[in-house]
């Protein structure tokens, strides 16, 4: 066994490696360096700076496993690791620490001004009541997203004498008053509450611009805005317009939208106290150890026949588990994300039912797979090894069921979704033997192809609907690749839901536009990870 790493990962990792295989250890390469050099190599470990582009995947004919030492696999092209069977794996929490330290360390740069005092001291000025800052003791610090590093921070926040507020839809009430902190139900009754905010959320559809010119309106005077987790969740525009008027007292950003080029950020021409700093969350020497440690235990233990403990990509499952029910893993996957986003609230339970040939064999697969789909449309990093235990975490019920019941396919997958506001049901099948479907929605029978975006709008079954929402999507410059409407078996049913497969993203606004429409009402963009 070989293995190659690469981009100057701690030396640590190569030490580890070498229990179970030879390690080279050598300088980032360009694509073509490494096309010719991969194939002697059973593992790649790199960082952020090689790209591992399909041509290298492709060429690397040996390879059973690609490590990331980092959170994020951008710089991995994973279907196609995943077309090959190749294990993918990162390290999520390597740098929970330093993410929350950072964020800690921040507020309080932001708080004491000590940016502009260091500057102002080291040009041999004394202005000392120029910098008078501001105490976080018995602030209040509003946390949104109580993930690890939302909870350490809250933690640290806690002992420096801080009072707390959290939201975060997908974490229960009991796990925020074990922390002593207030749980808020509603964001807009948590604006108000805070003088300090920081955020510790992915960045979805549901998270980008969430602190914004009308959010900000909601705050207290003097508020203090930390974003530590990713750029894009607080509008730059309009937090630099609130900074220079007043309304928000100082801010503290280490994430952009526009990363590394930040040159046209609003923020850096923003005249007021804010400090800025280059997505330095994860960069410490304890945090670049733990994430080479963690994926070279990973690169290891797979090259030493065992599994891996954060695969992104594919399931760490025994094959004889895996192989009878594979071919309905991604419409698993989908359903659950279907699922998830056609709900609101907090997810309660998750059944799962299993019919035809399904319910001759263990779905403990699928079950993963249902889980992975519905967590990651709420949660980022999510992938088949974390997702039941991030679901135990959130006090989700899984119940399984396999019934005998006679069903229309070979194999059909139903899903029934409960959060705290209602129940959703979605069911997926296999059919001419290799086409994933997703064949109900609630009370719909369907057959829909799950694509990447797609909208699903309930209507009033009348004349001209499906021309009325048509020219709204038409007038936006959205492509419609097919749509499925369908009206319940009742014939005197007077609902019906349009199903449209779109070739691009729908924003706020488009949905805000069919909503207006006679006869709509709530209307969904959905986002599936579909292949």
């Known amino acids: 066994m070989k293995v190659l790493v690469t981009d100057k990962i701690n030396e640590s990792a190569g030490k580890i490696i070498e229990q179970a295989a030879d390690v080279d250890i050598l300088p980032t390469m360009t694509e073509d360096e490494l096309i010719k050099i991969i194939p002697q190599y059973d593992a790649l470990m790199v960082r952020s700076q090689t790209k591992v582009t399909a041509k290298i995947i492709e060429a690397g004919k040996n390879l059973k496993i690609i490590g990331r030492a980092g959170v994020g696999v951008d710089n991995i092209d994973v279907d196609a690791a995943t077309q090959k069977g190749i294990i993918v794996v990162n390290s999520p929490d390597g740098n929970t620490m330093a993410a929350a330290e950072h964020t800690i360390a921040l507020m309080l740069a932001m708080a004491r001004n000590i940016a502009p005092a260091a500057a102002s001291t080291k040009a041999g000025n004394w202005d000392r009541a120029k910098f008078t800052g501001c105490e976080l003791f018995g602030k209040t610090l509003g946390i949104i997203g109580l993930g690890k590093i939302g909870t350490h921070v809250a933690e640290v926040a806690k002992a420096l004498g801080m009072k707390l507020a959290v939201f975060d839809p997908y974490t229960s009430k009991e796990s925020v008053e074990k922390l002593g902190g207030e749980y808020i139900q509603n964001i807009n009754d948590f604006w108000g509450k805070c003088d300090f905010i920081t955020v510790h959320v992915p960045k979805t559809k549901e998270t980008v611009n969430l602190i914004n010119k009308t959010s900000i309106e909601k705050m207290k005077d003097g508020v203090r805005l930390v974003n530590c987790a990713r750029g894009g969740i607080i509008n730059e525009q309009d937090l630099k317009e609130a900074i220079e008027c007043g309304k928000v007292a100082g801010a503290a950003i280490d994430?952009?939208?526009?990363?590394?080029?930040?040159?046209?950020?609003?923020?850096?021409?923003?005249?007021?106290?804010?400090?800025?700093?280059?997505?330095?969350?994860?960069?410490?020497?304890?945090?670049?150890?733990?994430?080479?440690?963690?994926?070279?235990?990973?690169?290891?233990?797979?090259?030493?026949?065992?599994?891996?403990?954060?695969?992104?990509?594919?399931?760490?499952?025994?094959?004889?588990?895996?192989?009878?029910?594979?071919?309905?893993?991604?419409?698993?996957?989908?359903?659950?994300?279907?699922?998830?986003?056609?709900?609101?609230?907090?997810?309660?339970?998750?059944?799962?039912?299993?019919?035809?040939?399904?319910?001759?064999?263990?779905?403990?697969?699928?079950?993963?797979?249902?889980?992975?789909?519905?967590?990651?449309?709420?949660?980022?990093?999510?992938?088949?090894?974390?997702?039941?235990?991030?679901?135990?975490?959130?006090?989700?019920?899984?119940?399984?069921?396999?019934?005998?019941?006679?069903?229309?396919?070979?194999?059909?997958?139903?899903?029934?979704?409960?959060?705290?506001?209602?129940?959703?049901?979605?069911?997926?099948?296999?059919?001419?033997?290799?086409?994933?479907?997703?064949?109900?929605?609630?009370?719909?029978?369907?057959?829909?192809?799950?694509?990447?975006?797609?909208?699903?709008?309930?209507?009033?079954?009348?004349?001209?609907?499906?021309?009325?929402?048509?020219?709204?999507?038409?007038?936006?410059?959205?492509?419609?690749?097919?749509?499925?409407?369908?009206?319940?078996?009742?014939?005197?049913?007077?609902?019906?839901?349009?199903?449209?497969?779109?070739?691009?993203?729908?924003?706020?606004?488009?949905?805000?536009?069919?909503?207006?429409?006679?006869?709509?009402?709530?209307?969904?963009?959905?986002?599936?990870?579909?292949?």
């Open 255 to 531: 994430v952009y939208e526009n990363e590394p080029n930040i040159k046209d950020c609003p923020l850096i021409h923003c005249e007021g106290n804010i400090v800025l700093t280059p997505h330095l969350g994860a960069s410490t020497q304890e945090a670049q150890i733990n994430v080479a440690v963690d994926v070279a235990e990973q690169i290891k233990e797979v090259l030493s026949g065992g599994s891996a403990s954060s695969a992104v990509n594919i399931p760490s499952l025994r094959p004889d588990k895996l192989e009878p029910v594979k071919d309905y893993m991604q419409i698993a996957e989908n359903s659950g994300e279907l699922a998830m986003q056609i709900s609101d609230g907090m997810i309660k339970t998750i059944e799962i039912t299993a019919q035809g040939y399904l319910a001759d064999f263990d779905i403990q697969p699928l079950e993963v797979a249902v889980l992975k789909g519905a967590l990651s449309s709420m949660l980022e990093g999510v992938n088949y090894v974390n997702a039941p235990v991030l679901a135990k975490k959130r006090g989700i019920e899984i119940i399984s069921t396999r019934s005998n019941a006679k069903c229309n396919f070979t194999g059909l997958l139903t899903i029934k979704l409960t959060t705290d506001k209602g129940s959703n049901i979605v069911a997926g099948a296999i059919v001419a033997k290799d086409i994933p479907r997703i064949v109900k929605i609630n009370d719909y029978e369907t057959s829909i192809r799950p694509q990447k975006h797609m909208l699903i709008i309930p209507h009033v079954n009348k004349p001209s609907m499906i021309a009325q929402v048509a020219k709204v999507i038409g007038e936006n410059n959205i492509n419609i690749g097919s749509m499925n409407v369908v009206q319940k078996n009742d014939k005197h049913e007077t609902e019906s839901i349009m199903v449209i497969n779109i070739d691009s993203e729908v924003g706020e606004n488009v949905l805000s536009e069919i909503s207006k429409i006679d006869g709509v009402h709530n209307p969904k963009y959905i986002n599936l990870n579909a292949q």
